[in-house]
């Protein structure tokens, strides 16, 4: 068993830092000199001898350097020589003021491509193998893959996984070549880079990622391809592209979701947020969902027009806005960004869920952020940071500043949907550090436009109470919703899988299905809410209901929703409607949050769309049906298959003060 203990760093300078914390000094060994005698795999010491050098970078300068190929100023290429192409630039690096502007040339590299995961070991899973995929086993691709790396300038890094705490010495490696500094510069971000030197005693690879961009063009059409193979020792990425998305960050996420099938607990697709009132009254809200669902924008404060007023939504049809002023919001204590650890070494019986960051930075997504003046605490962070930060699809000339409303254009006139900024957390003014106990989970989901003449699933009010049961149905069934910003395409209504993260869950969907309920059993005090973003109805809202609903629950607390406050939303798939929502004394209209009362709705709008929803909630949950799924779990999907009511749902298991 892992043993958890979070590390104190509100004191951290900004540089990442060497030495534990809030522990006794331990012996540490050197990986730099040491690594041979370190009991590292087999494979890993051939490539390690066999390279042609080894960089060992001892802190966050040496790996910017890196990210420069060593210049001072101007713009770099990653490139690499590719057999039958020449040489192939992936991407530039510009030395902005305030850190580095990486590009790729192709757009296709901006963003995940969802299909990029396969597995190459013969372990139990549910996803996509390598021999199914490419017809041939991963064994040879792997020892090309070692054999390339031997022929390559590297840089090595270590790393403990997930935040765990150093004395537990379960740690992993970064293999790459030494011009993708800014790869490197990204996950040392990430994970918090171990100076070579300071590595635990008892220092145990648990995981590995191996870095060889021109395998893209050479053995895969020039596709991003990511192969997990575990071997009884250790979990093996294999990144044969230079995104961070699918490897150094969503790799990361399914190494601990591997763990945590073995153990049997979760890391959650989810942002968390500690909401404290101008009272001071603390309620700690998590947010889930498929990427852009609203994960980062929890963490932001609400964006209000140029008068201070929020903009609750623009009518798609009569373009008439609706506002509510809000003279002071809640104070925001960040805890996660994107993957929120909840091991069971900090569990206990309080009835909620107890939840830590499984990161060291974040990565934002700055998609929303299209002028000056959006998002100021975002602006001031990123324009003067306290030390260089690393963008991606933002616009940077050298010497500059580079700016996060300057998104890098996919063709003329057509921003890149998936700007990011990787954000140390330590940077974040108020951030938290410690485990938190989270009240509320809520999912969020992206909704298109619904009117009566273009139905769509777009009925979801500005939020929704769901019973415990159907909030384990929407983990399910995870909507990638509309126009998803962070992948390389969605069409329609697309599910991302179980927790939502199952994109880079290695194993079985319905063990995850088991952990996911499991965990909502155990939690009978968190309540479930559901919120949209981009429209209700048929009113362009972007991700004010969130917002909102953060400031509306936030000064709820855990004080109990009266019988009368909650009726039966029309579609039962979304729990609750509230017959009226109240902030700071204005009450959003009844049509905000019941959309069948929008007039370019109506109910045969409405339950046309919701049609369309039931239609998809059956065919995703199906799937689940099969030897293994725990007997609750069967029996709430059955109901759901037979069109049961919220009081079904209700029934099958307790919620303790939600009502």
Same mark, same amino acid.
């Given at each position: 068993m892992l043993r958890v203990k979070r590390r104190n760093l509100k004191s951290r300078p900004a540089e990442i830092t060497s030495g534990p914390r809030n522990v006794e000094p331990m012996k540490t060994v050197d990986l730099s000199r040491q690594w041979a005698e370190m009991g590292l795999p087999d494979e890993i010491v051939d490539v390690l001898r066999g390279a042609k050098?080894?960089?060992?970078?001892?802190?966050?300068?040496e790996v910017l350097s890196l990210a420069m190929g060593g210049q001072d100023s101007g713009v770099f290429e990653v490139a690499y020589d590719v057999p039958g192409k020449g040489r192939v630039v992936e991407a530039t690096v510009a030395k902005c003021r305030n850190g580095l502007a990486v590009n790729y040339v192709e757009p296709y590299m901006r963003r995940r491509d969802p299909d990029c995961m396969v597995?190459?070991?013969?372990?139990?899973?549910?996803?996509?193998?390598?021999?199914?995929?490419?017809?041939?086993?991963?064994?040879?691709?792997?020892?090309?893959?070692?054999?390339?790396?031997?022929?390559?300038?590297?840089?090595?890094?270590?790393?403990?996984?997930?935040?765990?705490?150093r004395e537990s010495g379960h740690g992993a490696m970064l293999i790459a070549p030494k011009n993708a500094g800014f790869f490197v510069g990204g996950l040392a971000d990430l994970q918090e880079m171990l100076p070579p030197d300071q590595l635990p005693s008892n220092f145990r690879l648990r995981a590995v990622i191996y870095v060889a961009p021109t395998f893209r063009h050479t053995h895969f059409d020039g596709k991003q391809v990511v192969v997990h193979h575990r071997t009884?020792?250790?979990? +093996?990425?294999?990144?044969?592209? #230079?995104?961070?998305?699918?490897?150094? *960050?969503?790799?990361? !996420?399914? $190494? /601990?979701?591997?763990?945590?099938e073995d153990e049997e607990w979760l890391?959650?697709?989810?942002?968390?947020?500690?909401?404290?009132?101008?009272?001071?009254?603390?309620?700690?809200?998590?947010?889930?969902?498929?990427?852009?669902?609203?994960?980062?924008?929890?963490?932001?404060?609400?964006?209000?027009? +140029?008068?201070?007023?929020?903009? #609750?939504?623009?009518?798609?049809?009569? *373009?008439?806005?609706? !506002?509510? $002023? /809000?003279?002071?919001?809640?104070?925001?204590?960040?805890?996660t960004d994107d993957m929120a650890m909840c091991h069971p070494d900090v569990q206990d019986r309080t009835g909620y869920i107890?939840?830590?960051?499984?990161?060291?930075?974040?990565?934002?997504?700055?998609?929303?952020?299209?002028?000056?003046?959006?998002?100021?605490h975002l602006e001031s962070l990123t324009i003067h940071p306290p030390a260089p930060l690393i963008f991606l699809n933002v616009q940077g000339i050298p010497g500059s500043t580079c700016l996060i409303w300057e998104h890098t254009l996919d063709a003329p006139g057509k921003p890149c949907p998936n700007p990011r900024v990787i954000l140390p957390r330590h940077f974040v003014p108020g951030v938290t550090n410690e485990v938190v106990e989270v009240m509320v989970r809520n999912f969020g989901i992206r909704t298109p436009p619904c009117t009566a003449q273009l139905p769509t699933y777009g009925i979801v009010g500005y939020l929704h109470l769901l019973p415990p049961a159907l909030a384990w149905l929407w983990r399910l069934v995870a909507p990638r919703g509309h126009a998803n910003p962070s992948i390389t395409h969605t069409e329609g209504l697309t599910s991302e899988g179980v927790g939502s993260y199952w994109p880079?869950?290695?194993?079985?969907?319905?063990?995850?299905?088991?952990?996911?309920?499991?965990?909502?059993?155990?939690?009978?005090?968190?309540r479930y809410s559901l919120?949209?973003?981009?429209?209700?109805?048929?009113?362009?809202?972007?991700?004010?209901?969130?917002?909102?609903?953060?400031?509306?629950?936030?000064?709820?607390?855990?004080?109990?929703?009266?019988?009368?406050?909650?009726?039966?939303?029309?579609?039962?798939?979304?729990?609750?409607?509230?017959?009226?929502?109240?902030?700071?004394?204005?009450?959003?209209?009844p049509w905000l949050l019941r959309v069948e009362e929008q007039p370019e709705v109506g109910l045969e709008g409405y339950d046309r769309g919701?049609?369309?929803?039931?239609?998809?909630?059956?065919?995703?949950?199906?799937?689940?049906?099969?030897?293994?799924?725990a007997t609750l779990g069967q029996r709430i999907i059955e109901c759901c298959l037979d069109n049961g009511s919220v009081d079904d749902f209700e029934s099958f298991l307790p919620s303790v003060d939600r009502m």
């Open positions: 050098s080894l960089c060992f970078p001892k802190n966050r300068d597995i190459g070991d013969d372990k139990p899973t549910d996803k996509e193998s390598y021999q199914e995929r490419f017809g041939v086993p991963f064994a040879g691709v792997r020892d090309e893959t070692f054999a390339w790396l031997k022929e390559q300038d590297l840089v090595v890094f270590a790393f403990i996984l997930g935040g765990f705490d009884d020792r250790t979990h +093996e990425v294999f990144s044969y592209n #230079l995104y961070p998305g699918p490897s150094a *960050k969503k790799g990361i !996420y399914g $190494v /601990l979701l591997t763990i945590g890391t959650l697709h989810a942002s968390t947020v500690q909401v404290v009132t101008p009272y001071d009254n603390v309620t700690t809200i998590m947010h889930e969902g498929a990427s852009g669902s609203g994960k980062s924008e929890l963490l932001e404060y609400v964006h209000r027009q +140029e008068d201070g007023r929020l903009l #609750l939504g623009e009518n798609v049809v009569t *373009k008439q806005r609706r !506002y509510l $002023v /809000l003279n002071q919001a809640c104070a925001l204590r960040p805890v107890k939840a830590f960051d499984a990161e060291q930075a974040w990565f934002v997504r700055l998609d929303h952020i299209k002028h000056y003046g959006t998002d100021p880079f869950a290695t194993g079985r969907f319905v063990d995850h299905a088991n952990l996911l309920l499991r965990q909502i059993e155990q939690s009978p005090r968190v919120t949209p973003n981009q429209h209700v109805g048929a009113w362009a809202v972007g991700f004010m209901p969130e917002w909102v609903a953060r400031e509306y629950l936030g000064r709820r607390g855990v004080a109990k929703f009266p019988a009368d406050r909650l009726i039966p939303s029309r579609s039962p798939l979304l729990g609750y409607s509230l017959a009226a929502m109240q902030v700071e004394g204005t009450f959003l209209p919701a049609e369309i929803l039931r239609k998809f909630f059956h065919q995703e949950v199906k799937q689940y049906l099969q030897t293994g799924l």
